[in-house]
Nanobody
Framework: EVQLVESGGGSVQAGGSLRLSCQAS????????IAWFRQASGKEREPVAC????????FYTKSVQDRFTMSSDKVENMVYLQMNGLKPEDTAVYFC??????????????????WGQGTQVIVSS
């Protein structure tokens, strides 16, 4: 069974840090682009960061660049999102998602076939 399970969410004050983890199972990690998305209450889901399958290029949305760092461990089938300098506007449910295929560009949202259940991040001012 293809599965993604996130962990590591929580509540922090502005300026704090959290590290999210995503455990992948049931598929060959190397053939997938893996992304972190987030959805704040009442807002559209948005991509946050993505590691592409072909060269492992990492893309970030502009609002998190220089604060968030995505990484992966292909041996353990894990991806991580280190979030530093958190702001109240980072409050959201964070999801990891997987898109099958070899590519070095960020797939469109609808290409992500597998999603985790999400983990809540709350940043207070």
């Amino acid at each position: 069974e293809v599965q993604l399970v996130e962990s590591g969410g929580g509540s922090v004050q502005a300026g704090g840090s959290l590290r999210l983890s995503c455990q992948a199972s049931g598929f060959n990690f190397a053939n997938y682009s893996i992304a972190w998305f987030r959805q704040a209450s009442g807002k559209e889901r948005e991509p946050v960061a993505c590691i592409t399958s072909k060269f492992g290029t990492i893309f970030y949305t502009k609002s998190v660049q220089d604060r968030f760092t995505m990484s992966s461990d292909k041996v353990e089938n894990m991806v991580y999102l280190q979030m530093n300098g958190l702001k109240p506007e980072d409050t959201a449910v964070y999801f990891c998602a997987a898109s099958q295929g070899i590519s070095d560009v960020v797939p469109p949202d609808h290409f992500f076939e597998t999603w985790g259940q999400g983990t809540q991040v709350i940043v207070s001012s």
